[in-house]
RNA sequence: GGAGAGUUGGCUGAGCGGUCAAAAGCAGCAGACUGUAAAUCUGCCGGGCCACGCCCUACGGAGGUUCGAAUCCUCCACUCUCCA
C-alpha cells in the first residue's frame, strides 16, 4: 500500500545511510530537500534547479533527489482543482523527480494572525484575497494527495515557543488526534509522515514520539523546531527526540537548517531535512562556503577576483568572482539572485552527499568534528 | 535691462525664531534570516570624546537683529522661471 520504501543501508554511530524509494526516483539520505514553496524553488527555473549539486555516485544524475512543496500556499494559488486537472504538481513545474509536502500545519503557526482553530480543523483566511478556506487533517491530506506528491505530511498544529508546558500538552494531544485522522484520511496515491510535536518539554517529545510511532505512518518527523526558541534548545530538543525514533522509517527533521544544524541532526540519526535557509539567505546577499558564511554585500568584496568558494565546483563558483557577485547583488539585479541561489543550494547539496560518504565509509564521528572547526573558523556562530 | 523663485548633510528634499546635528526617501556601512505572506527586515549613517552625557564644526558667503537664527534684516555670489 505504501508508495515509498524505506532502506537502511548502513550506520555510523548514530548516523544512518539509508535509501527512500519513490514512485519518482529513489533517494538517498540523509538528504536534504530545496525548498520550493509555490512549486517552484525561488530564483531557479525547474531546469537550473534540475543540475544543481554534485554527480551521482552510481547513475551520474545530478540535482536535487526530492524538494518540497507547500499545501496551504498552492490550495490558494493555482488551487488544487487546478492542479490535478493539470496532471499533478509534477507536470505542472515539469519536475520529475520526488515531491514531499509539507501539510499547512506550519502555516497555522507562522499565519497566525490569521487563523481559527477547532477541534475539527483550521479555518483560514488567505493572505492574498481574504477568502475563507479551510484546512483539516482529512481536506489537508486529500489536496496534498490530489497534488501527487510522493510524501505528504500529516496535518499538525505547531504551537509557538514559550507557551506553558501545558498549553504546549494541549497542542500536542490535538496534533495526534489529527494525525489519527490524516492516516484514516490516507488513499494510498501518497506516502504519508506523522509529526512529532511536544515543544521543549523531554516528556511531551518522548510521549509525542510514542504515539505517532505507534501509528502506521512511511515516516516519522519531528515538527515545532526553529520556531523561535533559542539555538541551544533546538538542539536539546533534536538531540533528546532522534534517538527516539523508528529505526525502520524514515526520520525527518523538519525546518532545519544551518549547515552545522544538519551535520548534528545526521549526528543525532536524521535522515532527512528541510529548510528555506539556503534559498532565502542566497537572496538575501549571505551565502554558505567551506569556510563558513560570506555577506556578499560586503565593501571587502568589491575588488575581490577570486572565486566565491575555491572548494566549491558548482556554476556561480567556476564561472564568476565574488566582486561581479558582490556588484550584481548591490544592483538588486535578478542575477544575483540565481548565482546565489545556485550555489547556497549546490552547496547543501554537496554537503550532503559528503555526508553519506563519511558514513558509509565509517568517518561521519571524524568528518563532522573537522567540519565544524572549520566552519567556526571562518564564522564566530558556528553555522 | 525688468519681475519673481531659489541656494539645507553624498544625492533628492522637509523645516521657516527655541523642543534642529536638522523629517523623509535614496545612496553608503553592518547585521539578521532555520516545515518561505521575505529579491525581506533591523541597526548605524558630520566629527571628537575619560560617549546613557559633553564638546567642536554645520543649513551658499559676509555682516546684523535677538537671551536665542537653517528660520528675520542687509549686502554679495550663484542657479532657475517669466517679460523685454
Redesign the pocket.
Known sequence: MSRIQFKLLHTDGAARRGEITTPHGTIQTPVFM?????AS???LTTEQLGRLGPEDEKTGDRGPQII?N?T??LMLRPGVELLEKLGGVHRFMGWNRAVLS??????V???S??RKIREEGVEFRS??DGSLHFLSPETSVSIQTRMGVDIA??????PAYGLSHDEVEKSMLLTHRWARRSLDARTGASALFG?V?GGVFPDLRKRSVEEISSMDFDGV?I??????EP?EA?RDVVGFTAPLLPSDRPRYL?????PA?LVNGVAAGLDMF????????A????LFTSSG?V?I????Y?ADDGPLDPECPCVTCTTVSRAYLRHLF?N?E?AA?VYNTIHNVSFYLDLMRTIRQAIASNSFGAFRERFLSKIAGGEK?G?
Open positions: 530545496p525548498v520550493g514553496t509555490m524553488v525561488k530564483s518540497l507547500n496551504y500556499h509539507d501539510s499547512g500545519g506550519f502555516q503557526f507562522s499565519l494572525a490569521i493572505h492574498i505530511m500529516a496535518f499538525d498544529e505547531c509529526i510535536q518527523a515538527g515545532g523546531v526553529s520556531v523561535g539555538n533546538m523538519m525546518g532545519v537548517g544551518t544544524d528541510d529548510c528555506v535557509m539556503p534559498t532565502r539567505n537572496r538575501n546577499g549571505t558564511k555577506s554585500k560586503n565593501a571587502k568589491a548591490v538588486g535578478i539572485s556562530d553555522n
